[in-house]
Each structure stands twice: as structure tokens, then as C-alpha cells.
């Protein structure tokens, strides 16, 4: 059964068409892999889904419940419940400098979630724990490593217990060391039944971790499948040539 089901989403900025008509089904548990030269649009993409960017056109299912249809979002004060069930993790963390980890990875779940400030509280230490960083709560994001700070800001999201995960790239503002230790977090969410859309570059992660790999350029999805059809045999010469540079 699908959770997220993206339909014929069509976006321009101006007369820029950066969606060309997408499609995309994910099915609970599933983890799935965007991969695709810079500027595709799948940045676009991932932020039309919970309305960082509009739609100008398609439909957008997540959870049984209607997002936007032909091209229209439901009203925000209906949104806002459906969409704080995806998490999204960003290329830049995004964290607030002037909060400790503990302050960072409470406030949404205080404020949207009326949890009582002592849940929330456990609630985020028991997470921290899971990605190695309980002994950093009282830290200051400008005291952890890059690394650390996007394991912070996948905890950040998964504080407020989302049935989906939207990651936008996000090793690549990290130094290669500190790669391993992000993809090794999202490996083990995977792997216990997070539904994942992940864009990425690292396609050694796509590969392995990856149910299903879709290959986006110029704002279509020009091939998917799965990770050994898309990586050991490509059909597309477009996907033919991107795998080509980057493998
Ligand atoms: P990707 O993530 O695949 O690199 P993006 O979704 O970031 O691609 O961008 C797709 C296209 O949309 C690019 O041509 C980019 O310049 C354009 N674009 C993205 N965001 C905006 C914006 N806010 N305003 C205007 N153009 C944008
Ligand atoms: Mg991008």
C-alpha cells in the first residue's frame, strides 16, 4: 500500500519548467533512492511535497489523505497536522545556534505537538542515544562537529515521530570523513521500517540501501527500478551517461 503517492507534479519557476509531470508511489517501509544530475529538479520535488514550494499542477497523497489536488494544496491550518508527519532532513542542518541539541530537538514537539516539555525531553535523549550523541544534549550546535549536526537534525525530525522521511543531500555539505557516520544513521532508520525518500549523491548508499532507485534530468524521471537494474544494467543512455561521471 502506498503512503506517498506523487501524481503528474508539475512546477515552473517563471518560464522555467522544472517539473515536468512526476511520478512518484512509496510504499510503506520502503526506501527509496532520487539520484540525477544537479539542477533535475529534485530538490523541487521533495519541497513541493510538504508545500516548501507549490505545485502547479498534479495531486499529492500522503497517509489516506488528500495534500493538493490538480494543483491546488488544501488549506494550511489542514495541512499543517498531515505535513509535520514528514521529516525532512536538508543539505544544511538548519539548527538553532542560540539552542542546546536538547532545546533544538524540543521546541517542535513542545509547540506543535502540546507534548509536556519532560516527554519530550525523554522522548529526544532516547533518540539522541540511538545515533551515539546522548553525552552532546547540553552542547551548542556551533560546538559539534558537521557530522554530529546532521545526526542532530535527523533526530530533530524524528522527534516528531514521522511516518515519512525526505533526506535533500544530506552528506554532501560534509567532509568525506564524516559521511559514513550520517549514511550509517539513515541505514539503521532504514532498516527498521522508516519510509525513506532519499536524494543523494552517494551511490554506493543508493545501491545498498536503496529498495527502488529513480534517476531524475530535467525534471522528469527518465528511468527507475530497482538498484542492480538502474546501477549493473542501465536502459537510458541519459542514466548511461550521468552513471558513467559519477561512478
Ligand atoms: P536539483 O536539486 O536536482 O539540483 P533543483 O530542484 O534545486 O534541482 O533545481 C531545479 C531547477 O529549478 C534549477 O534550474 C534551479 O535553478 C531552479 N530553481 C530551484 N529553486 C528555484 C527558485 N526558488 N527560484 C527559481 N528557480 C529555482
Ligand atoms: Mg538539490
Excluded: W
Excluded at 119 to 130: F, H, I, M, V, Y
Excluded at 204 to 215: N, T
Aim: charged share 30%; proline share 4%; with cysteine.
Amino acid at each position: 500500500m502506498a503512503i506517498l503517492k506523487a501524481e503528474n507534479i508539475k512546477k515552473s519557476f517563471g518560464a522555467n519548467e522544472v517539473l515536468k509531470g512526476i511520478d512518484l508511489s512509496v510504499e510503506k517501509g520502503e526506501t527509496v533512492a532520487v539520484i540525477g544530475p544537479s539542477g533535475s529538479g529534485k530538490s523541487t520535488f521533495l519541497r513541493c511535497l510538504n508545500k516548501l514550494e507549490t505545485i502547479d499542477g498534479g495531486s499529492i497523497e500522503f497517509d489516506g489523505e488528500i495534500i493538493a489536488e490538480n494543483g491546488k494544496y488544501k488549506k494550511d491550518k489542514e495541512l499543517r497536522p498531515i505535513i509535520s508527519k514528514m521529516g525532512m532532513v536538508f543539505q544544511q542542518f538548519n539548527l538553532f545556534p542560540h539552542m542546546n541539541v536538547l532545546d533544538n530537538l524540543t521546541l517542535g514537539p513542545i509547540k506543535l505537538l502540546k507534548k509536556s516539555k519532560s516527554e519530550a525531553e525523554k522522548n529526544a535523549l532516547e533518540l539522541l542515544d540511538r545515533v551515539g550523541l546522548k553525552d552532546r544534549a547540553d552542547a551548542y550546535p556551533s560546538q559539534l562537529s558537521g557530522g554530529q549536526k546532521q545526526r542532530v537534525a535527523i533526530v530533530r525530525a524524528l522527534c516528531m515521530n514521522p511516518d515519512v522521511m525526505l533526506f535533500d543531500e544530506p552528506t554532501s555539505a560534509l567532509d568525506p570523513e564524516m559521511v559514513g557516520e550520517v549514511l550509517d544513521v539513515m541505514k539503521s532508520l532504514a532498516e527498521g521500517g522508516m519510509t525513506m525518500v532519499v536524494v543523494t549523491h552517494e551511490m554506493r548508499f543508493a545501491r545498498e540501501v536503496g529498495k527502488r532507485v529513480i534517476f531524475m534530468a530535467d525534471g522528469a524521471i527518465v528511468e527507475e527500478g530497482t538498484p542492480s537494474e538502474i546501477f549493473d544494467n542501465p536502459k537510458n543512455e541519459r542514466t548511461k551517461a550521468f552513471l558513467e561521471k559519477v561512478l
